[in-house]
DNA sequence: AAAAAAAGTTAGACTACCCTAATAAAATAT
DNA sequence: ATATTTTATTAGGGTAGTCTAACTTTTTTT
């Protein structure tokens, strides 16, 4: 039906709120490949395939919108791809930021059978080791209400919900401080100087810089 | 490293027997065009890429050989198949009938570290579910030296230990006759007329066709 | 309102993989 | 030893997906 290329161009314009309503509203040509990190104008001959094939509705010189059947297609990849993370993690005890490369190729798998076979031995996961949302079957989504530590008020306490930011990277420098998703903790300060914030948790102060805190989602 | 493509044809080659030693011997062209479904002509074009590549050896016009890089590749392909087809049956409960289709595109996955995890997760089978040996992470693979049914002799008994077809055809029609892997049997006569196969299991009698007996392995 | 910048499109080329039709070489049969 | 058949190769063409360079349209700035 559709090719894993195309399958990620559908991806990209999710991910960039390509939707005619609840998301950022319409990406533009240059926008969604910079997302793909492929040239303007290949992502220019791939939209015109996806507009004959409707998925995607765009006017000459226009942003582009997901129709429904793209909106729907994007989702059903990206169920696949976190219920493919959730089982790499869970039972392969996969680091969670190793997860996400492999997810990558295994979201393109063809098989409905497989999908639904998979989320059943998993368990029904809500989650993916991210924090991220699983779709489920119908192509339905929890929307994502959550906010990022940077911008909660002093003295708030929850727990560590998700990621913002799921590059091996970032994740790899979240072990080295000792968060991890489900950490309980505190914001004791926000320091004006340099937006950095101070927490606690299990009795431990610690101080975070704003770019580790604007992608660090908590309840 | 390697398309899909090439491993598809480096895989029929494995299975032609297009070996130095232990198989059948060379290939040619249309053999192995057959074998793939793809016109000679395509399957000339390819070749001169796996030749390039370092993967067959062939003089023009001459017959094809796997080289032990090839051969090695191959392997590899083959033991993630029969790695996924067991998890497939084992863990997500798809009939053996299921696993091949969905392992054919499983088996492209690039992760050396996602083979050997889900290899330890199954506890290291050392069977498909059709009785296929799966190769160790070095390339081994125990020869399979099995009989046919068609091939054993009158008084014989053991068990069912593999399927030389894997179509799910045929392996639809066991399931209907109550046949499976491991199931214990005595060969109780073979019938001249028409070459069937008369069995006892489990205290039943049962005729099964030639050409049943020919795709079933015992021990 | 004109100029400059940004965004989008077109033209032409390349690789990977597939096809059919025609041709050349090798193997087999007469 | 030819003739026939089979096998392998070449020539030319197609789709999918990528690129660079040049061009056009829209948006922003002055
Ligand atoms: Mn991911
Ligand atoms: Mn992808
Ligand atoms: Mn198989
Ligand atoms: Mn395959």
Not at 41 to 65: C, D, P
Not at 177 to 196: A, Q
Request: aromatic letters at 6%; proline letters at 4%; a negative charge.
């Amino acid at each position: 039906m559709f090719t894993a290329t195309e399958e990620n161009y559908l991806k990209a314009l999710f991910r960039l709120g390509a939707l005619s309503e609840g998301g950022k509203g319409p990406a533009g040509t240059n926008e969604l490949a910079l997302e793909l990190d492929i040239r303007p104008a290949t992502v220019n001959g791939m939209l015109k395939k996806l507009r004959e094939k409707g998925l995607v509705e765009q006017r000459r010189y226009g942003k582009i919108l997901l129709t429904e059947a793209g909106r729907l297609h994007a989702v059903e990849v990206i169920r696949k791809h976190r219920l493919w993370e959730t089982f790499l993690y869970e039972k392969l005890h996969f680091t969670w930021d190793e997860v996400h490369d492999v997810a990558e190729q295994l979201e393109h798998i063809r098989s409905v059978h497989l999908t639904d076979r998979l989320e059943e031995f998993l368990g029904y996961p809500s989650v993916d080791p991210h924090g991220d949302p699983i779709p489920d079957k119908e192509g339905r989504m929890p929307p994502e209400v959550r906010r990022t530590l940077a911008e909660s008020e002093e003295g708030h306490a929850g727990r560590i919900v998700g990621v913002c930011d799921n590059s091996a990277e970032f994740l790899q420098y979240l072990d080295r401080l000792g968060l991890s998703l489900g950490l309980r903790l505190t914001i004791t300060r926000h320091i004006p100087f340099d937006g950095s914030v101070e927490l606690e948790s299990a009795g431990i102060r610690m101080i975070i810089t704003r770019k580790v805190a604007e992608n660090l989602l908590v309840d």
